[in-house]
């Protein structure tokens, strides 16, 4: 089991079916072993420049697999995480439980739900350089519009809330960095938002829904339903 001092579940009206946990991953790494993990996990920290990142890493991956293992009901050795595709992580041998993760800096998500696809993204709110050029490059119109309204000290938490939301949409409909964020409408607003995706000439829909998370981050959770998922990942399979 995960001990209560290193992950704290996050509120969120969304129903039984979807938890989600904050975890404080240096706490986490201070004291816990880290053992149980793949060769591909440890393989991926030691390419890391920084050993803080890499130990980030390790503690949110070993929490994963702790949550996964109560779910199922099984040991930690008996989780199998596989990447499929279009690089989203999912369970070898379990088709229906969806698992999503995301960490900044030393704050960690993990969302978990029985068989809704799920997509979560977290960024500690900090100073970004360039933010209009990355606006200009990944924001849809609507969106550059809307961040551009901003008074430019909010601007930096804005950019941060509209990534998040993307990232998290993205992740729900597995396609990973086979779309761009461009594609993704998914708004600065921290509010329920449905979201237009574009597939070519066609669309597909998901929501998204905003986290309350401490530390100062934001953060968002995306929900799609399963004809969507499919939908996004014959398109970008093959595009």
């Known amino acids: 089991m995960i001990k209560a001092a290193y992950v704290h579940p ?3 009206e969304l129903g039984a079916d979807l938890q989600i946990w904050q975890l404080d991953l240096d706490a986490y790494a201070a004291t816990a072993q880290l053992d149980e993990l793949s060769a591909h996990e440890h393989a991926r ?3 890391m420049a920084f050993g803080q990142d890499a130990q980030r890493y390790l503690a949110c991956r070993h929490a994963l697999r702790r949550i996964l293992a109560d779910a199922l009901e099984c040991s930690v050795q008996s989780v199998k ?3 499929d595709e279009l690089d989203k992580p999912r369970l070898a041998d379990h088709v229906t439980l969806q698992f999503n993760v995301s960490h900044s800096a030393q704050v960690g998500l993990i969302a978990l739900s029985r068989d809704t696809p799920i997509g979560v993204d977290i960024e500690v709110v900090r100073s970004i350089i360039d933010t209009d050029t990355l606006a200009r490059s990944h924001f849809t ?3 550059l519009a809307e961040w551009l309204r901003m008074a ?19 992740k729900a409909l597995g396609v990973g960095l086979s779309a761009p964020p461009s594609a993704v409408n998914a708004g600065c607003s921290p509010r329920v ?9 066609r669309r597909c829909a998901l929501t998204v829904y905003p986290l309350v998370v401490p530390c100062g981050t934001v953060a968002a959770v995306a929900i799609a339903e399963p004809e969507e998922v499919t939908l996004a990942r014959q398109f970008f399979q093959g595009s």
């Open 10 to 12: 996050v509120p969120h």
């Open 45 to 47: 920290a030691a390419r």
């Open 81 to 83: 995480i596989e990447i």
């Open 141 to 143: 119109d609507d969106e």
């Open 152 to 170: 430019k000290p909010e601007r930096d938490r804005s950019f941060l809330t509209c990534w998040t939301r993307k990232e998290a949409c993205l």
């Open 193 to 201: 938002r449905v979201v237009s995706v574009s597939l070519g000439e």
